[in-house]
């Protein structure tokens, strides 16, 4: 990386939900939706976030966008500490990281024209002088993402999920952003389109010198697009690595699991003995997690210590960290002693 | 493992042309277009394909569960042990739905009843077509349960469904459908709602039960993963017809439709190295109320020819485990 200081850094992230139940809105306990996560992300990168529905990636990519509350933790954008932005900065931050959302037909406003949509951070950051200057830059950015210039008068309806998506990813480029967040841009979409809007992201990066946060569930479209993976469970990080440590030698039990767990497509005798679908159970609710580690309730090899203490994240080796009790040599010990 | 295709099993259903439209905005939608196909006895039988390649609806037709008006039979058999599904009055297939072919649906959030608790629910199958006495009833709901590992089982049977996860609900319907041992198992996308490591356990469990039972499974998804690792046949959809047919390997190692290649191709693969550009497959499936002349596919087709805009080309055997539907000798122009 020419520029060593991260883009954005996180740490110690929390964003709890108060739960309220019945018609007084009584306060009946807290979501830990996010609970402690740290991770960063360098400049060009495409960084994974990866885990199942509830483990708070959603949550982590909004929070970036300061679109969800943050209970606790900092987070830094290009060395500017954004945790508790004022209005102006928050604006000019917004500015540099966009957002392209999961939903082609949610995330368009039916009732404007792909111009508008498009234009809306144009108008929103004055960027353009006057309506012809709007209408090209406008036109340029349906261009870009593979759309005809001539599509800018047309509503969203006319489109087909695929090109809803590039719409959106034309609109989360045209204020030049440095940090796209991509909360499961093609998970709606089917096989054969997914891989058009694969691609577009791929082009657009190198074209354009952006960093992606790329947050999905589908592991092998991960491991395609993304240089680096997060790996969540229940509101934590349980493992950072570099794409092919993570793939090949993954080291949380629970990211073992996971991998595991997805069905390939080949019907090989020998593809299919790496299938091991052993993980039982359900990720249980973050209303009421389980104390200490919150995948022990899953695990084959939780231990009592598991059980009682949330492990810490270690690198255990260069650029590759795990929060498991089972690589803390120092943890290790203190249990053999207590034996 | 994989069982290998059989020719020699018996068929135990024989789909002929089936036909079946929609009326939308005053046209007519092709939505399972001249559909043949068969079920062996004891296999799992794969239809794959993307939205709207009529998969879905090729399934419900089967059992006449498509909402009319808007859809429409129009024409086929559907011969299930020889007799034709589309001749039952509607009282007869009543009787037959759940007892002799049974359906699991995607969402398991909306299938069952949010008023009625699981153990009533579950009984239904069993009091409507009387397969076990009264007083068994309950103790056939539990053993039930236990077979798809619900644990539990005496408490969920008074569980309202809300009470229950997403893969609980699953387990609970995928019960409901083994209720009365039926014959043949429709199962349309089951565990597509549900997170990965949750699809595998409720995957493996339901390729297991269906052996056991000696019954056959039809399995509807889009997913080529899962269609690997369980399917014996595969039947390839894409715009209302069916492109290809044959056994996994064939399909996987050897596929020879121009839409299958192009599936295989724009999948990101864990089984292979990372980092290679996909390649896509270019536009859009068809508007099925304004089908393209010819071959549906030749409009994305990178090989088409002449001869592919204007004559739309059969369902035809290639070799003894594979058809495809295709002019075009897709092997010689790779």
């Keep these: ?78 060395g500017e500490d954004i945790t508790h932005p004022d209005k102006p900065a928050l604006k000019r931050l917004r500015r540099r990281m966009q957002m392209v959302y999961q939903d082609p037909f949610g995330a368009l406003n039916p009732r404007m024209k792909v111009l508008d949509i498009v234009g809306e951070p144009l108008r929103v950051h004055r960027l353009t002088q006057g309506r012809a200057a709007y209408r090209e830059k406008v036109m340029g950015l349906l261009e870009k993402v593979g759309l005809k210039a001539e599509m800018a008068d047309r509503y969203p309806h006319e ?7 590039r719409i959106g990813i034309a609109r989360a480029l045209a204020a030049d952003p440095e940090l796209i967040i991509c909360d499961e841009p093609v998970s709606a979409l089917d096989v054969s389109i997914q891989a058009q809007v694969i691609n577009l992201l791929e082009d657009l990066q190198k074209e354009l010198g952006l960093t992606y946060l790329f947050i999905a569930h589908d592991l092998a479209v991960v491991r395609h697009l993304c240089h680096r993976i997060v790996v969540m469970y229940l509101g934590r990080v349980v493992e950072v690595a570099d794409r092919e440590t993570l ?32 993980l039982s159970g359900e990720v249980p609710s973050p209303i009421d997690p389980p104390p200490g580690c919150p995948f022990h309730p899953r695990c084959p090899h939780a231990t009592e210590l598991c059980r009682r203490e949330a492990p810490r994240a270690l690198e255990i080796e260069d650029r590759h960290s795990v929060a498991c009790h089972l690589h803390d040599p120092d943890r290790a010990q203190a249990m053999a002693g207590n034996l | 493992m994989n069982m290998k295709a059989d020719v020699t099993r018996r068929t135990l259903l024989d789909v002929q ?10 046209n007519e939608v092709h939505a399972v277009n001249q559909v043949s196909f068969d079920v062996k006895e004891g296999e799992i039988l794969a239809i794959v394909g993307e939205s709207g390649s009529g998969k879905s609806i090729t399934a419900m037709s089967l059992l006449r569960l498509i909402p009319s008006p808007p859809g429409r039979i129009v024409g086929g058999r559907v011969l299930f042990n020889d007799q034709d599904l589309l001749d039952l009055d509607d009282e007869q297939i009543r009787r037959l739905r759940g007892r002799d072919i049974a359906m699991i649906f995607q ?8 008023s009625l608790r699981i153990g009533r629910q579950l009984a239904e199958p069993l009091r409507v077509h009387g397969s076990v006495p009264k007083e068994k009833v309950r103790e056939r709901c539990l053993e039930l349960l236990r077979q798809v590992r619900l644990g539990d089982p005496e408490k969920r049977l008074d569980a309202y469904p809300h009470e229950l996860s997403g893969g609980m609900r699953q387990r609970v319907m995928i019960a409901m459908g083994l209720a009365c041992l039926p014959k043949l198992l429709i199962a349309d996308e089951p565990t597509t709602a549900l997170d990965v490591t949750v699809q595998a356990q409720i995957l493996e469990l339901l390729r297991d039960l ?13 997913d080529l993963g899962v269609v690997a690792r369980y399917a014996d046949r595969i039947n390839v959809m894409y715009a209302g017809r069916i492109v290809e047919r044959g056994t996994a390997e064939e399909i996987f190692h050897h596929p020879k439709h121009p839409y299958t290649l192009g599936l295989m191709e724009s999948m990101p693969r864990l089984d292979q190295a990372p980092g290679s550009r996909l390649t896509p497959i270019p536009g859009q499936p068809p508007d099925l109320s304004d089908p393209p002349p010819g071959c549906p596919f030749h ?36």
């Design chain 1, 1 to 78: 990386m020419p520029n060593a200081e991260p883009l954005l850094q996180v740490s110690d992230l929390r964003v709890h939900f108060p739960l309220q139940a019945g018609l007084l809105g009584r306060n009946a306990g807290t979501v830990k939706a996010v609970d402690g996560v740290a991770f960063h992300i360098d400049r060009g990168e495409t960084l994974g976030l990866v885990g199942e529905s509830g483990c708070g990636k959603s949550t982590t990519g909004l929070a970036m966008l300061r679109m969800s509350p943050l209970t606790d933790g900092r987070i830094h954008f290009d």
């Design chain 1, 159 to 165: 489109f087909s999920g695929g090109q809803r998506q």
């Design chain 1, 247 to 278: 793939y090949d030698n993954p080291q949380h039990p629970y990211t073992q699991a996971l991998l595991g767990a997805i069905p390939i497509a080949n019907p090989d005798p020998e593809v299919q003995q790496h299938f091991n679908p052993s």
């Design chain 2, 17 to 26: 042309d089936l036909h079946t439209v929609f009326e939308k905005d005053g």
């Design chain 2, 107 to 114: 969402e398991p959030m909306t299938s069952l009843n949010p």
């Design chain 2, 210 to 222: 269906v052996r056991a039972n000696n019954s056959s499974m039809m399995l509807i998804t889009h």
């Design chain 2, 299 to 334: 409009p994305r087709c990178r090989f088409a020819e002449a001869r592919c805009r204007s004559e739309r080309p059969p369902l035809e055997q290639i070799t003894d485990n594979h058809w495809k539907a295709c002019w075009v000798d897709t092997d010689a122009k790779r």
